[in-house]
DNA sequence: ATTATTGATTATCCTTGACCATCATTATAA
DNA sequence: TTATAATGATGGTCAAGGATAATCAATAAT
């Protein structure tokens, strides 16, 4: 069994993908339900693990909302957040990046915006070189806090991702 | 044995060069997927050592990425965007671009590079928003001397095109 | 002085299970 | 008939444990 939660991970993220071509999907976003208790049971392990999965793979950053019920007749449902507006789009990542970025954080999120096709693998590249840089400059040369450091690169990751988003 | 991480290195790389006749490995770039554990056993040293020498030779100033993940089925994924060889190519531009480059200049080569097919519009204009923030913070924020600021910008400029024009 | 090697410690990811919360339905009481 | 209480059927939370990988400081080699 090699790995579970990215088994469950595509198989919701193929669930959406044939949502996709359905009337109204593109402009409503894309979205599935299911029975937590099923899938679980489907994949033969426990129904927490769909908590799981849930939790670190679904989340607004990686551009998806879940909405769940409990009781009788429950469900979770998963939607993917259609964001067409360059705006939108400028918005959500500045809130992700906020004012103070760590390198592994900033990792993630250009992972993760290459999974998503936002960026190209070069692109991600370019950008990593440009905050190494950075911030190898703020700690040897100018001797920086930690915490300034991580200011100045949220800034520049922002600076770098409005110009792509508007380009 | 002083050359294990040469030794290690060699290894990979042997690995990313024969996935490279692999389909569509010139479009999406070269990768491969290790365990850090194996190959440290492989090569009977400390698996730190593996970290030593993604850390010291599969840079993005090189032209590659890395990609981990920990906890049970973890693994290394290293990708190579830059191709090899064109050592030429790459002395030249260290050549034009040198110890230090003005803002216009910049832009002149990033120009040419791009009307050559070797950049895309986009990753020009990533590195021009990289370099104009360079310059503004050594200005507004550090009061450092146009020379300095060209000197920086020169070293970020080299540093973005390593990893990336050796195409 | 720089680069390489090691090992101890820390951090992260995944999986499971016990226990908690909420909703819908049904039974019961007024 | 209506209000309320019990019941069953979900989903949520959290903490523990095992499996990796990352970090860091000490040491050795060049």
Redesign the pocket.
Known sequence: ?P??????EKYIHDLLESEEGTAGASLRGASVS???????AS???????????????FTPERGFL?E?????????RILRIACEEPEEKMNHIEDIVGDSIS??EAH?LLQVLQERGMITVRERLLIEVALRHSDEMGRSDFDLSQHKRNTIQAEMLKRMLRGLVLA
Chains 1, 2 share one sequence.
């Open positions: 069994m790995n579970l939660t990215r088994a469950i299911l029975r937590r208790k099923e899938l679980a994949f033969g392990c426990v129904p927490s693990q769909i908590n799981y999965v849930l939790r670190s793979r879940v769940s019920q409990r009781g009788g007749h429950g469900y979770i390198e592994p993630r």
